[in-house]
């Protein structure tokens, strides 16, 4: 059963993200221009090795990054994770993910003021907030920002609407999209 929704979710999500992609898509792209995408969030982002231990049927693990790169290239199009880490949750898969790169960080909510922790999962990271870490999440370089923050981002919705407009002060190009659970 987890594996089913699991499956279900990463689908619903790559399916939503492509469709977005291409409403989005700028009247100057080319066909070869490269997309840079920042998968931004909690574990649901990072990925981690599924408990029955097939990552063949879900690659990266509990990510969707694994299916949504595939969705995307087959498609044509050409893109580039980017992030601070390159993590894959099921190790040894990566041709499941060829391109590792993501802000996902398992634990993390929306904002944690408290702060502290700082440099241990990656440098520049204090704490387990994402909107108190955004300048170490390669916010500015992105084109495209696929924010799942998951059952961290439980929470009123005025906080996530500081972490969108924080993103989207900081790299005013971007566009962010906001997935979670169905």
């Known amino acids: 059963r987890q594996v089913k929704t699991t499956l279900l979710a990463v689908t619903l999500v790559s399916i939503l993200v492509v469709g977005l992609v291409i409403i989005t ?12 995408i920042l998968p931004w969030g909690d574990s649901n982002t990072e990925g981690g090795t599924p408990p029955d231990g097939f990552c063949n049927i879900n690659p ?21 994770y980017i992030g601070p880490l390159s993590l894959n949750g ?17 634990a993390f909510s929306i904002s944690d003021p408290g702060g502290g922790d700082c440099g241990s999962r990656s440098p520049g990271v204090c704490g387990y907030g994402l ?3 955004i300048d170490a999440m390669q916010v500015k370089a992105a084109d495209i920002i696929l924010l799942m923050i998951g059952f961290n981002g439980r ?16 790299n005013p190009d971007v566009k962010v999209f906001v997935g979670g659970y169905p």
């Open 25 to 36: 898509r700028p009247k100057a792209a080319t066909p070869q221009q490269t997309w840079k």
């Open 60 to 80: 990266g693990g509990y990510s969707y990054r694994g299916n949504l790169f595939k969705k995307l290239t087959t498609d044509g199009y050409s893109i580039d």
């Open 90 to 106: 099921c190790t040894g898969m990566t041709e499941d993910i060829p391109d590792l790169n993501h802000a996902g960080y398992g």
């Open 131 to 133: 909107l108190e870490n």
């Open 155 to 170: 929470g009123p919705a005025s906080a996530l609407e500081a972490l969108v407009n924080a993103a989207m002060q900081a």
